[in-house]
């Protein structure tokens, strides 16, 4: 599963930092074209973390809208679905990704 293979990658990035000592929040910032089910990454979470001995760590999500910047037409633009990857002006799919991707740890809180 996608999503579960998420979670081992962010409880990689989590454990050396942790050190072992608790972790309580972890935010991980998630862009619209990793396609992530949140509902599902939240549930691997809950698995990976008890088997990572960080029981208490709570996952929060950013969650990035993707954004192209388009060759044919010039215009820089959000675009709503995380399936195609095209214009939404005029619908070119000459474009170049500029946010979307995202898949970061991006702070923890630790006690
Ligand atoms: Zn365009």
């Known amino acids: 599963m ?5 979670c081992h990658a962010i ?3 989590v454990r050396p930092y942790a050190a072992g000592r608790r972790v309580d929040v972890v935010r ?3 862009g619209a074209l990793r396609q992530v089910v949140p509902d599902s990454l939240s549930f691997c979470w809950t698995l990976v973390r008890d088997h990572e001995s960080m029981p208490e760590a709570e996952l929060e999500l950013e969650f ?10 010039g ?5 709503a ?4 990857v095209s214009c939404p002006q005029c619908e ?3 474009v170049e990704i500029v946010r979307g991707n995202e898949f970061l740890v ?6």
């Open 64 to 73: 990035v809208a993707a954004e192209v910047s388009c060759h044919s037409c």
């Open 81 to 84: 679905s995380r399936w195609t």
């Open 75 to 79: 215009q820089h633009s959000e675009i």
């Open 2 to 6: 996608h999503e579960l293979s998420l």
């Open 92 to 94: 070119s799919a000459d």
């Open 11 to 13: 409880a990689g990035v």
């Open 28 to 30: 991980v910032q998630i």
């Open 106 to 111: 991006t702070s923890l809180d630790v006690t």
